[in-house]
């Protein structure tokens, strides 16, 4: 019997895929990933219930996840606003603050980290390498990611 006879077996498939992709959204950054396996899982009920070939399947799991992800996203982001990709840091959250370096700080790549606040954060530097145990000063904040720039002290003479 071939894998596909059974209307229910792919039925499952789509619910069991989906559920896998909702999951994922726990590791994957971003909202989409919960909108595709909520679509999987519809898609997967609805041909439970009736006759749907497999491209029509595909066909209504691609038109609903674009939806979603759409009306989703538009109201999420009522709930989890975000002015721009840029924040403007607050005197309390940070420019000008003086930081702790835990790991080195490449000039503008990721992977960088800061002490701020009791929290370790990720820090890039637009001018030069930063290497860790030496401060750094807190220019701004792209998203969850702060810009920092070396603090150089004037060598005595």
Known sequence: MDFFQDGHTLSYLWIASGILLMIAELFVPGTFVFFLGLSGVIVGTLSYFTELGIGTQAAIWAALSGILILIGGAFLRKFFPSA????TL????????IVSVSKDI????????????????????????????????????E?????VEPLDFPEIQ
């Open 90 to 97: 607050s005197p309390d959250e940070g420019p000008g603050r």
């Open 106 to 141: 490449l000039v503008e790549r990721r992977g960088g980290r800061i002490l701020f606040q009791g929290t370790e954060w990720d820090a890039i530097s637009k001018s030069k390498r930063i290497p860790a145990g030496k401060r750094a000063r807190i220019v701004e904040r």
């Open 84 to 87: 721009s990709e840029k924040a």
């Open 143 to 147: 998203n969850l990611t702060f810009i």
